[in-house]
């Protein structure tokens, strides 16, 4: 039940030079030029590695190499604790201490050919190549002392020129069954072919999350790490068992290495876009990317029977068309029932990982309610599970619909609005949503949340290279952009109630069929302070008032003083936000954002103004005289 005999020879020998450490003769044609553009691999020497590591070899007795969902079961529930077989046939696993990622462990090696790409800063934080090879021969040894090994080989993406071969090795069937959920795998032709095919070679996961790393190895900040060197092609995770750490490092891998291809040198709109985004297709062949943060709708909104899904978190924009990168989908969980998400219900059968969740010891029934281990309960289960998917997951149209969505929990942001090539890029870079009391601990009131082209957390260059590609590629392709608020209208969260389902589902509907694209430009208004365009009119039976904040508010009883009060500190969340990433973006694109009415401006000038005059007046010496007096 290992490795098949015909592939067993070539595949151990990759893997004694994966876990050897031995990169391509740099002598040869193929070592001069990167895994996936023109980059090179760093020699053995660049990294001072003992001799002795030369010697390292694969010698663990079992490999189980793409091994079946029975095999991988069968390995969990023998040699994996608080694995168990569910009411539906699903594999329930832990994950251990981490139930979640660990952004703050997550370093990128600071490498020739990728340092002035990397957006370096509190996302990406650099690594010495030193380090990462302690901790890759830190995870080598964990490996290799190891009675079985897993290993898993497939792609990450659809499309054929753009994919990037991916090989995990793990001591964890949980994970082997989890990345092949994940990952796109290869025929039998093109497993036969995976080697000759990955030119050079693979990226390589080498997931070690049941070892810790030693925190005292220079840049460690705990006993977990999670490192990524792009230009060598490998990714090292020590310290965490969560499996959603290889999903969001393979996708960190394209967001790197998509925006090269097919060449550097081309024009943004010629370029590959990876997007952390849903994607569906209507029968008439129309793509639409839906963007948005946790609670904005983006998964029950996407999800639209009438049309095939292409994928639910990562695609990439190609100068042919979308593509998703996975092969699979990774879902929340949390209070999940079949009547409030019936697609998702029914994926979790035999073949899907079900993990950290609590269920009934007697009838293995799960219940999606108790959080009493984590609130980031998860299922992850093969894109073909699900019904209307569409296989291969791809399309060969460039998308007519580009939709952010946000929940505003102010109440200030319209339901739709129409952006301009300026406003997009502007609010693609803010990914704005809000959290409200209820959602996490100790939110007691709306808080504003932004994460940079809706995937903060993953992104390798900086966000403005990201949004430049997608306002050129809509521009290009005739595609148009818009503001889709699901939050609260009439007032904030408290005072106003949250848009209703059944209009924001038609305000989609009317972005699929046309109808806010046929109104003439006569019939949209810009909005005050946020300079969005709003409809003139009612859309469908959702009323104008609805549609237009301020008039909303008037018609539940609050003033426009009290919008325009909302509206203006609203703005400067979304200006403080921005300075982050200001300097490389252009004046249009600033502009392009939220700007203070001159009324608010002014008085929040004469207010500094009265503020100087009296902290001089409390600072002179006779003032503090009289006051000691």
Sequence with gaps: MACPDNLKQGIEASLRDHLAGHVPDASSEAATQHAFENSHYMSRKDFDINEEAQDLGLQVEEIYYNASPGVLYEQALKHEEGSFITATGALSVTSGKKTGRSPKDKRIVEETDSVRDIWWGKVNTKLDPGSFEINRERAVDYLNTQKRIYVVDGFAGWDEEYRVPIRVITSRAYHALFMQNMLVMPTASELAQFESNAFPRPFV????????????????????????????????????????????????????????????????AERALPLHSSCNVGPDGDVSLFFGLSGTGKTTLSADPRRELIGDDEHVWTSKGVFNIEGGCYAKCINLSEEKEPEIFRAIRFGSVLENVVFDQCNRKVDFDNVSITENTRCAYPLQFIPNARIPAKVDTHPSNVILLTCDAFGVLPPISKLTKEQVMYHFISGYTAKVAGTEMGITEPQATFSACFGGPFLAMHPFAYAEMLAAKLEKHGGHAWLLNTGWVGGQYGTGERCALKYTRQLVDAVHDGTLAGLSDDQWEPMPMFGLLVPKCGIKSVPKEVLRPEEAWAANGQSSAEYRKAASNLADLFQKNFEEYADRCTPAVVQAGPQRAPEVVAALEAKKVEQSKSDTETFKPESRMQAAA
Excluded: D, W
């Excluded at 925190?215 to 460690?220: I, N």
């Excluded at 705990?222 to 090292?236: D, F, I, K, P, Q």
């Design 205 to 268: 996961i080498f997931n070690a999350g049941c070892f810790p790393c030693n925190r005292h190895t220079a840049g460690m900040s705990s006993s977990t790490s999670v490192a990524l060197s792009l230009c060598r092609g490998e990714m090292v995770i020590l310290g965490s068992q969560y499996a959603g750490e290889m999903k969001k490092g393979v996708f960190t891998v394209m967001m790197y290495h998509m925006p090269l291809r097919p060449a550097r040198h081309l024009p943004p």
